[in-house]
């Protein structure tokens, strides 16, 4: 069984960071890649970027590029998403999922970022 779970969630200004965390355990080898998707209040779940076991990196949504960063730490099996210059729009629940070879088949549960103006 593999468990995420993510933490670094908040209430921040307009302009201000934040850096979420997704620590991983259980059996990782069964995830081939970790990413990140946040839910904004009355919209879809979306995709913003992932990594693989490899440290290859997806594509990042548009209204994130170059304000988001993905990264991980091996040692700590922690994935991070560093969110820079944070946009109202960017307010939601925010989740890491595990991918297997099928689908994203594991699940954290979720951390909330609220972004004022």
């Known amino acids: 069984q593999v468990q995420l779970v993510e933490s670094g969630g908040g209430l921040v200004q307009a302009g201000e960071s934040l850096r979420l965390s997704c620590v991983v355990s259980?059996?990782?080898?069964?995830?081939?890649?970790v990413g990140w998707y946040r839910q904004p209040p009355k919209n879809k779940r979306e995709l913003i970027v992932a990594?693989?076991?490899?440290?290859?990196?997806?594509s990042y949504l548009d209204s994130v590029k170059g304000r988001f960063t993905i990264s991980r730490d091996d040692a700590k099996n922690t994935v991070y998403l560093q969110m820079n210059s944070l946009k109202p729009e960017d307010t939601g629940d925010y989740f890491c999922?595990?991918?297997?070879?099928?689908?994203?088949?594991?699940w954290g549960e979720g951390t909330q970022v609220t972004v004022s103006s």
């Open positions: 999922a595990g991918r297997d070879d099928y689908r994203w088949a594991y």
């Open positions: 259980g059996d990782i080898s069964r995830v081939s890649m």
């Open positions: 990594i693989t076991a490899g440290h290859r990196i997806t």
